[in-house]
């Protein structure tokens, strides 16, 4: 995700500074003109903007919190945009930690997969302090077909795309049961997936994962699937904390959590459709 975000900026004649844990994957980047640097720190600059793509909440404070130069060589001015699903908790406590350095953090989690990123029509979910948001905007817009603002608090964009993605799994989820019954008694899933995904159900997702859960073609992954299983544990967390109720949650959790015991983590995560099928007995 990161890649195409940053290819895009640098065709937009942006100058960019970049770190990869691998430093092999930011190859094609700086052959494009981008800097790559030694550490994360080093991406950095007084008054500068940083946007981190990062798989997880300890992925992301590994980074920031545990490097002491992260936020200082921001300061002042500095903008630090994180673009990862995280916890509503971790965005708090980096909200917190760069307020008392002078940054301001701004939260700014992505909907879409690798290709929309590399074609710059991500929606991005942005929240945080109105004048921040005003100054990175126009790069965002950069990378995207739209921005939905969450306002002042940078966890609520966090919450809201955790949101989004337990109502992506449920779509999977039912469409796994849905192809599996159909298959069961002679109808082929790829009819029944042309038949949802042109009719009534036409959308991004019952078109893009119900090809996918058709086909069952899971690798390469767009996004793995313990990733997915990250997600969902945060979206439950949420839930336990506002005392919400949520019975589908708690399905998903399981069947992501059954396919994890599986060995099929790095598969892309509708492929926890596959656990209807080993329900059903059709499993591969």
Known sequence: MGQGIAANLLKGGYR?????????????????????????????????????????????????LESADFAKRLAPGGIHVSM??????TARELSEHHAQNGVVFLSAPVIGRPDRAAAGTLFVLL?????????????LERI?????DFG??????????????????????IMAESFTLAEKNGIPRVKMAELLSETLFSSVIYRGYGDLIARQAYEPAGFRLNLGWKDIRLVLQIAAESATPLPIGSLL???LLSALAKGREDLDWSALALCASD????GK
């Open 84 to 89: 990862s699903t995280i916890s509503p908790d």
């Open 16 to 64: 960019l500074r970049v770190f990869n844990r691998t430093s092999e994957k930011a190859r094609s980047l700086v052959e494009q003109g981008a800097v790559l640097v030694d550490q994360p720190s080093e991406a950095a600059e007084s008054g500068s903007i940083v946007f981190t793509m990062l798989a997880d909440d300890f992925a992301l404070r590994s980074v920031v």
């Open 279 to 282: 329900d059903a007995g059709l």
């Open 152 to 173: 002042e608090d940078p966890w609520l964009s966090n919450i809201a795309k955790l949101v989004f993605n337990f109502n992506i799994a449920a779509a999977i989820e």
């Open 253 to 255: 959790r399981d069947r």
């Open 144 to 148: 995207s077909q739209r921005i939905f």
């Open 127 to 139: 929240a945080g302090k109105f004048e921040a948001k005003e100054r990175v905007s126009p790069i």
